[in-house]
């Protein structure tokens, strides 16, 4: 049975760093890309960031460009989310997701959350003075 669990959400000042992780079961090279994202208070669920597990290729949502750091690390079978210079509009639960190969190559559509098929819990983090 495949999981996915994220650890990592709390509360952050803004202008604040965070770091999330996914823990993913078995290994993250069993899929092809992993992704996070996030549904924040009153919206629908968006894509922040996703990797591809071979090659390390990553997308970023505009919003979060330059800000936030995908990661994976085979030895621990995780995918860290870095995130910086946070703000209140990151204020979200955030979720990661495993999505087996649907395309002959790797591109920003694995920002969205038809391409996944596997769903972590979730971990909240909320950006607050």
């Known amino acids: 049975q495949v999981q996915l669990v994220e650890s990592g959400g709390g509360l952050v000042q803004p202008g604040g760093s965070l770091t999330l992780s996914c823990a993913v079961s078995g290994s993250i090279l069993d899929y092809y890309a992993i992704g996070w994202f996030r549904r924040a208070p009153g919206k629908e669920r968006e894509g922040v960031s996703c990797i591809s597990t071979s090659h390390g290729n990553t997308y970023h949502a505009t919003s979060v460009k330059g800000r936030f750091t995908i990661s994976r690390e085979y030895a621990k079978n995780t995918v860290d989310l870095q995130m910086h210079n946070l703000d209140s509009d990151d204020t979200a639960i955030y979720y990661c997701?495993?999505?087996?190969?649907?395309?002959?190559?790797?591109?920003?559509?694995?920002?969205?959350?038809?391409?996944?098929?596997?769903w972590g819990q979730g971990t909240q983090v909320t950006v607050s003075s």
């Open positions: 997701a495993a999505a087996p190969r649907r395309s002959p190559f790797f591109y920003d559509r694995y920002l969205e959350e038809t391409m996944y098929d596997y």
